[in-house]
């Protein structure tokens, strides 16, 4: 197994573009609560690893929400099972060794203070989910300001109201001692601004250095936004891992070094994290795509590329997670790459999302049995879609590949 050099801030960083994607109508809110928390986090003198949990915390808090039917709830100030979305991010976490530490954080981020204060927990727990709380609840009341166009600077003084009338009971007196410090400037609402905001991550990520990772680690950390994917819909659940478990079986039926088998594998798990961004409806929807609903669901390798593009030593798992829709004789999207453009691997990670969305039952379709499967995939061959090599690597061990796909190998 190989190990890789990775900064764990610009892959959390990155990955969490996608969780952004969610919000369709308000993009970004992690990336304003990681600023604003950063900011009341340096104001109370933290440093070292505890800004760092703040950091991640703060990025990954809404990793629990995946439907944008769920996410149209955050922008209220409370709603029922809101707790849900804690428990399910916190389950995230926790399976994964190099952000597991961060759950307790992700857990309480909706608790009140005169609850929090209570539990037996470590202080900084305490103080890194309320921190996230305060901020969260600010974002939220900042869009409702903003609705329609308004400037920021007329309703800060409502949002202060807000944050000073749960000081003791909903948020810890000490934070918000801390945020109206730094809220005081006309500059803290201007950088919540998506351009600034950016600007301000960029140079925090910038701070922290690579570290060598293992593939079981680096692979976790991925499986967390997969499954974040897969849960979008009932029908797509675990398509990604049968999708990056099939592609690996291939990669080594292709003798590719066990680095690329294990890329491969990476890039099976996050070639669709670009749909985070199509409404559940359209995932969801049995009968046939209008155009629109058609160009929507379209864009997602465009921006499963953009999401992964960033991330150091995972370039080649954005290439060729961005290429799965493309096509051997040129005809696929986004872009139309020729034949001489596609490598093996992206080949290969065509064939099997192909595979695997034949295995599985869809909402206008039952699953399909694996010689089914095999015609499809043979019929792409013959007209120039799918690569024919590969293709027949499939049929060679047809019954193994349809198991692998369906994880029950
Ligand atoms: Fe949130
Ligand atoms: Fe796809
Ligand atoms: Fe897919």
Same mark, same amino acid.
């Given at each position: 197994?190989?190990? !890789? ?7 959390? !960083? ?22 604003? %928390? ?11 690893? /505890? ?6 915390? %703060? ?13 149209? *709830? ?5 709603? =029922? ?24 954080? #992700?857990?309480?981020?909706?608790? *009140?203070?005169?609850?929090? =204060? ?10 890194? %989910?309320?921190? #996230? ?27 202060? =109201? ?49 570290? %060598? ?13 997969? !499954? ?68 929507? /669901? ?26 799965? *829709? ?6 696929? !999207? ?5 034949? *001489? ?34 015609? #499809? ?33």
């Amino acid at each position: 197994m190989a190990s !890789y050099n990775v900064n764990l801030h610009e892959v959390v !960083y990155s990955l969490s573009n996608a969780l952004d994607l969610v919000g369709v109508s308000h993009i970004h809110h992690g990336k304003r609560v990681a600023y604003m %928390a950063t900011e009341v986090g340096k104001q109370l003198g933290w440093n070292g690893p /505890m800004m760092d949990d703040l950091f991640q915390s %703060a990025i990954l808090h809404d990793i629990g929400v995946s439907k944008t039917q769920v996410h149209k *709830h955050l922008a209220e100030l409370e709603w =029922e099972l809101e707790k849900d979305h804690c428990i399910v991010g916190h389950d995230l976490l926790q399976g994964c060794s190099l952000l597991s530490h961060l759950s307790g954080n #992700i857990l309480y981020h909706h608790s *009140h203070w005169e609850v929090l =204060e209570r539990l037996e927990l470590d202080d900084s727990t305490k103080l890194i %989910a309320n921190c #996230i709380y305060l901020v969260d609840r600010v974002d939220v009341q900042t869009l409702r300001e903003m609705a329609g166009g308004q400037d920021i600077l007329l309703g800060k003084d409502r949002i202060w =109201e807000m944050v000073r009338k749960n000081s003791g009971d909903w948020f810890y007196p000490g934070l918000v001692e801390a945020f109206m410090e730094v809220s005081k400037s006309d500059a803290f609402w201007f950088r919540l601004e998506r351009e600034h905001v950016n600007g301000y991550l960029s140079t925090w990520l910038s701070h922290s250095g690579e570290k %060598a990772v293992s593939f079981t680690e680096l692979k976790k950390v991925v499986e967390i936004f997969s !499954y974040v994917v897969d849960a979008k819909s009932s029908f797509t659940k675990e398509h990604s891992e049968g999708v990056a478990m099939l592609a690996h079986h291939l990669g080594r039926e292709f003798a590719l070094s066990e680095e690329s088998c294990e890329l491969l594998e990476l890039a099976g798990l996050l070639h669709d994290i670009g749909k985070l961004r199509v409404p559940d409806e359209l995932l969801e929807k049995t009968g046939s795509l209008s155009e629109t609903e058609y160009c929507v /669901m379209h864009r997602h390798s465009f921006d499963t590329y953009d999401i992964l593009k960033n991330i150091r030593g995972m370039e080649q798992v954005a290439t060729w997670a961005a290429q799965h *829709h493309e096509r051997v004789d040129g005809s696929g !999207y986004p872009y139309m790459s020729g034949e *001489h453009e596609i490598s093996i691997e992206a080949r290969i990670l065509a064939v099997a999302d192909v595979f695997q969305a034949l295995a599985q039952r869809r909402p206008y379709r039952e699953a399909l049995p694996p010689e089914k499967i095999l015609k #499809i995939l043979q019929l792409e061959a013959d007209s120039g879609k799918l690569d024919r090599v590969v293709v027949a690597k499939v049929e060679k061990n047809l019954q193994h590949c349809w198991e692998t796909s369906l994880l029950m190998k």
